[in-house]
């Protein structure tokens, strides 16, 4: 299991030397998420249509290691983006991948860009 | 910018830190906080639910980034060995140098542990930290693997008494030795400590008094404790909770004056010998006393924090050591002088009830004008009315036996009439020093609408909770007075409750959930608690199925399926009355072979198929709706099932067919959406095989009709359902039941079932009664509309799902690939497979 935590790592903007096409916009729900296959990476891809605004974290919770993160709900806490693990509601922030209900471990987050209503996520490699 | 540097991370430390930040003059100080402990400073007083499953964030005193915004360096796992006065600095164990204007000592206490021969054996543990708790658990599992189970703790204090309950909860024998005649003999006397004795006893624990531990027996672990009279206790494992001894070696080598038997001394400023340095909480010794209570170490925080910054705040000559607790589910309290030590004439008035284990003692002055003391043990309801009416020094009843006995016969109040007579002064939580001027002024200047913003902004309740109900009392006769409704939001991204959101969607016929948050919220993207509740009030007043707007739906009602440990689903096909034919019962198998299914028969009479992974779900729904299954709505709050007895269609007792009328009924109100889910049942006679009375609504058949159960259930908190109607037919049957679950469905809160809703209703049995039977309210009409809508629109979710490519877009598992998650594993279990399990 530490083999599959460490393949995930938070992915800062300035860092990205590989833009990933994943899908098109359309494939994703509205204020929902959806999961995206890289490498052996499951990245959860996240639509934040009111605000116009895209997210992205890893698929795996870190509360019991479950693939599971794009299926849960979105919404914010203080303004604050987050998304709600389906298993026991713990939530993360999008912007730090902190976890903001508990002590789990922080989720990492990568870089997100749109471009010709495709979705990309940043990875560096 | 001065220099504060806090050694220590504990509770008061933290304390400091939170009074600091909220000073006025906090911008001109930078303060630096050392604590050896590897975590953030937690909750010591409620240590002991660590084992209940409280983690150490939940027991943390504040949230991770709290130090970080507050612009406060905090350093864990570093150690302060060294201070210079001289040239005003620190150093910690790695030898790095950190200089001050202000110190603060706040380094707390260590478990003290007697020299008695033999604690350093395996299996000797102090109670002190979440690492000592920690480590004790991991023993205990240890032992208990091997068969062993009893365990002592050293201590029948406050502390020890925690302790031993902690070992209970670890599923050991708790045996608790104390050297004096009595437990907790510095709170309690004699009476009241043989009442908690029995009590304690009662719940499985052993105690053994007047025992004086010579040695420790066993080689390299423990094997038993050898008194000094010769008797011996033979245990596994031992944990010293004896008392504590303050922090105080790295002030003693500095040079500070400490006590003969420890602690840095204080004066009544928190000072030090050393004018620059303050000591706070249980390593200061002040009036040549160790308080080891939360609530006089945070009085001393705030005198250091007012020092620091040129206040003139001092501690009080005399310090309460009031407490009130619960040890081992039994409710103790104390309060001013309980053990008769004051020089004034006492009379004691004493309650004992060893029926209930009820124990009431108070000290009235001679004169009969003052209440000076008192203990509580079994009932500790009344405590913070007597402490108020102590130590606001409130005139007495004319018969004080009145404060312990009530008031019997004339009228009924509380005994202290309204909170809103206590004068202003009069402190209501004595952990936090809040005052009753101090709440109420928060509701007044707008600072606070409700408890939890009067607890957030004024801190109180946050100590033992022991207050919280007179805050609430408070709160709630502040706001009425202010002519102000209590509210009762549904999350911070609406302050509205459930029922008038309903109100608010029917009115306005909202379809879309970014209307109702724009129009009716306060912004933002909304969250896991409003997004299905809106989703689920949509459906009901829409009658529309979980299929709606799937982004704001809960997961499980997103995927149709309940999601199980691996993040694979459960299929739960609709199975109405448990009645199924061998063709179906067939079918069931010969689907869940296909697709290497775990099956089990559940609860609620029908078949549960686990392990499909989210890509799975379409097809094995596909094959199930062309056998003639639909959906069992098993992951939703909605109904689940109707569950039978077999009923007078076969049984030789049966007085109805159950089966027939349960069938009827699933079928009526399958796939409704309420606030939670719905289970009922039907008996055909008294004996009652369907277990009817643990349901939301429940149905058994006697002479003449139907006698109808309403909100029942088991779960966390079984009740079961109040008869509400006697030998009703059928068709009036339906008539309530539609009535009854639209009034829930109208008026409940989130995710509150039909038990707990029924119980919190204004009025009782004896309203619902009015409002459904007799119409007092004019709305039956309505329900059985909205009811009859919600029937007549049922249609099967997953039929809908299956036939809809644009839904099933949403059952894979990536969105770039058909494959599935390669993270799942089965192992095998019986003839059959389940989860690897988690590590």
Known sequence: MEEILNKYRTIKLEDVNVWFKAASIKAFPKDGGACVKYKDLQIAVFNFERANKWYACQNLSPEKNEMVLSRGMIGDHNGIPKIACPLHKKTFSLETGENLNGDLPPIAIYPVKIENENVFIGFEE | ?839
């Open chain 2, 1 to 839: 910018m001065k220099k504060v540097i806090v050694i220590g991370n504990g509770m008061v430390s933290y304390k400091f830190c939170e009074k600091f930040a909220a000073s006025e003059k906090f911008t001109d100080y930078k303060l630096i906080v050392f604590g050896e402990e590897p975590r953030r400073a937690y909750d010591r007083v409620h240590l002991s639910e660590f084992y209940d499953g409280k983690t150490s964030e939940d027991l943390s005193m504040s949230s991770a980034n709290w130090y970080e915004d507050h612009n406060i360096e905090l350093h864990i796992s570093e150690m302060i060995t060294e201070i210079n006065r001289e040239d005003k600095t620190v150093a910690n164990h790695r030898g790095d140098i950190y200089s001050y204007d202000y110190l603060v000592l706040a380094t707390g206490s260590s478990a003290f542990v007697p020299p008695i021969e033999g604690v350093e054996k395996e299996g000797v543990f102090v109670y002190r930290t979440i690492e000592d708790l920690e480590a004790t658990e991991v023993y205990a599992k240890k032992l208990k693997a091997e068969g062993k189970t009893e365990a002592a703790v050293l201590g029948g204090g406050l502390l020890g008494l925690e302790a031993a309950n902690a070992v209970k909860n670890l599923g050991l024998n708790a045996h608790v030795v104390e050297f004096a005649p009595r437990l907790m003999p510095r709170q309690l006397d004699k009476g009241a400590s043989d009442m908690l004795q029995s009590k304690i006893e009662s719940m499985g624990l052993k105690v053994h008094l007047s025992k004086q531990t010579q040695y420790l027996q066993g080689d390299k672990a423990i094997e038993g404790l050898q008194y000094v009279d010769d008797t011996e206790l033979k245990v596994d494992m031992l944990v010293v909770s004896a008392g504590i001894r303050p922090r105080d070696e790295v002030a003693r080598e500095c040079g500070l004056e400490v006590g003969t038997r420890g602690g840095i001394v204080v004066n009544q400023k928190m000072e030090t010998s050393d004018k620059n340095i303050f000591a706070i909480g249980e390593c200061a010794l002040l009036n040549s006393m160790i308080y080891g209570l939360v609530a006089p170490g945070y009085d001393m925080a705030e005198v250091a924090v007012q020092q620091i910054t040129g206040g003139d705040a001092v501690m009080p000559e005399s310090i309460d050591m009031s407490t009130q607790l619960k040890l081992i589910g039994t409710e103790v309290a104390s309060f001013g002088d309980a053990l008769n030590q004051s020089k004034e004439d006492i009379d004691e008035i004493i309650y004992e009830n060893k029926r209930n284990g009820i124990y009431k003692k108070i000290n009235i002055s001679k004169d009969g004008k003052k209440l000076l003391g008192g203990i509580l043990i079994g009932d500790s309801s009344d405590y913070n009315s007597l402490f108020q009416i102590y130590s606001n020094g409130m005139k007495l009843p004319e018969a004080p036996e009145d404060l312990i006995l009530g008031s019997r016969g004339g009228d009924e109040g509380g005994l202290l009439g309204d909170v809103m007579d206590l004068p202003d002064g009069a402190q209501i939580c004595s952990c936090e020093s809040v005052t009753k001027g101090q709440i109420c002024s928060a509701i007044e200047n707008g600072e606070a609408t409700d408890v939890a913003g009067v607890i957030s902004c004024t801190k109180a309740g946050t100590g033992c909770g022991g207050c919280k109900p007179m805050v609430t009392d408070l709160t709630n006769a502040t706001l009425k007075s202010l002519g102000i409704e209590v509210k009762e939001g549904v999350c911070e991204h609406f302050d509205l409750s459930r029922q008038d959101l309903y109100k608010i969607i029917q009115v306005k016929g909202y379809t879309k959930f970014d209307e109702v948050l724009d129009n009716h919220g306060n912004g933002g993207h909304g969250c896991e608690l409003c997004k299905p509740l809106i989703a689920s009030l949509m459906a009901t007043i829409h009658a529309d199925t979980a299929n709606e707007e799937y982004a704001i739906q809960d997961s499980n009602d997103r995927f149709l399926a309940n999601i199980q440990r691996n993040g694979t689903y459960s299929v739960v096909p609709r199975i109405p009355g448990g009645e199924i034919t061998p063709e179906k019962l067939i079918a069931l198998g010969e689907i869940a072979k296909k697709y290497d299914l775990y099956t089990k028969v559940t609860g609620g009479v029908r078949i549960d198929l686990f392990g499909a992974t989210v890509n799975q779900l379409p097809l094995i729904w596909k094959d199930l709706i062309a056998h003639g299954f639909e959906s069992g709505h098993a992951y939703g709050k909605s109904l689940r099932t109707v569950k039978t007895c077999v009923g007078s269609t076969w049984c030789r007792y049966g007085m109805d067919e159950s089966v027939s009328f349960g069938i009827e009924l699933e079928n009526r109100y399958r796939g409704i959406r309420a606030p939670h889910k719905i289970k009922g049942g039907v008996s055909g006679c008294i004996r009652e095989c369907a277990e009817a009375r643990g349901k939301d609504f429940g149905l058994i058949a006697v002479e003449g009709g139907w006698n109808l159960y309403l909100g029942g259930n088991g779960g966390a908190t079984p009740r079961h359902a109040e008869l509400f109607a006697e030998q009703i037919d059928n068709e009036t049957v339906i008539k309530y039941l539609d009535r009854y679950l639209m009034f829930y469905m109208r008026t409940a809160k989130p995710l509150q079932r039909t038990a707990a809703w029924q119980e919190r209703l204004e009025g009782g049995l004896d309203y619902l009664k009015e409002v459904i039977i007799e119409d007092k309210l004019g709305i039956a009409e309505d329900l059985e509309n909205e009811m009859k809508t919600l029937v007549n629109k049922f249609k099967c979710e997953w039929t809908q799902a299956v036939n809809d490519p644009e839904i099933m877009k949403r059952f894979n598992h990536f969105v770039n690939s058909k494959e599935e998650d390669s993270n799942i594993v089965f192992v095998p279990l019986r003839e059959q497979k389940m989860p690897e399990p988690w590590k």
